[in-house]
């Protein structure tokens, strides 16, 4: 296997004339140059923007300019090297890549980490329609709870793969026949209306508050296979009602939307597992949609079941989101502003 070189280059009319350092990195094929630079330069671009540098391409070579310039360097070949691996890659790789750089700078880096993603065998989940990795560390935190424990909560903000993780975990070990079935369940409280005044048949009032889920689904299983396996009951998407009085055997289930399960109804779901079965239970503490006064079960699960043997809780932040980069300053603002108003309430009260 070929690989890029690495050497100084004294490029005076380059970007910056008062920086006459480059590292400069030349890649031997030609083929897969194109596909690392991207349609019209756009991963270089992000790159670019990411990491506050500052990238010229020449031919087979890249210039990258920059106080992150050793980084870029990195996520560079790292890149190349899953091109040479027969990997795509695109948007959501290369911010994955960046994300994972600059957790361990901060953090330092953990055994096996660096050789994972710097461009090593990555943490991957393999199925029928595409292969999922995960982008933070939280993430691969939480992908291995999901393949090494029997019971595990994600819990955090929109937009941070708790569920379609958890449905590509889901979809591997059905694949690889280590469970029978896959039932993906989740409160329908969203809309604030009792199912049974909706107009329709039991699918058509369930459907619009399961949409998440088949999207999840068809993500990784082709259509013809899954609406053969969701009739033949092997894949079953159903609201939480409609978990009681079940043992789940030899299955992966999903409770979705957590957070909006009450107690009663949590402790109804999690009593369902059975012998041969995997839960994952996912949820977002600020998004609860419970009449008020009406404690979530989620946040008592927490609570009682903190130091279980046998229970993974995994935990994701705003910097996590891997949707639109500004879905990430949203939940910031957020819950500044939701930390503002409990610090208002705690404080004491000045009488006149």
Known sequence: METPTKKEACLPTLLDPEEKIAVQLDFPDNRLMIDMVGPNGAHLAQIEQLMGVQIVHRGNALVVHGEAASDAERVLNALYARLEAGKDVSMGVIDGLIRLRAEEDVEGT???????MFPGPALEIRTRKKTMEPRTEAQKAYTRALLENELTFGIGPAGTGKTYIAVAVAVSKFITGEVDRIILTRPAVEAGEKLGFLPGTQDEKVDPYMQPLYDALNDFLP???????????????????FMRGRTLSNAFVILDEAQNATTMQMKMFLTRLGQGSRMAITGDRSQVDLP?????????????????????????????????????????????????????????????
């Open 292 to 352: 008020r006064g009406v404690q979530s079960g989620l946040r008592d699960a927490e609570k009682i079941l903190e130091g279980v043997d046998g229970i993974s809780f995994n935990y994701f932040t705003a910097t996590d989101v891997v949707r639109h980069p500004l879905v990430a300053k949203i939940i910031t603002a957020y819950e500044a502003e939701d930390n503002r108003r409990e610090a208002e309430r705690a404080a004491p009260r000045e009488y006149k």
């Open 110 to 116: 953990r055994e096996g980490d660096q050789t994972e």
């Open 223 to 241: 259509g013809n296979q899954l609406q053969k396996l969701r009739e033949d009951k092997r894949v079953e998407i159903a609201p939480l009602a």
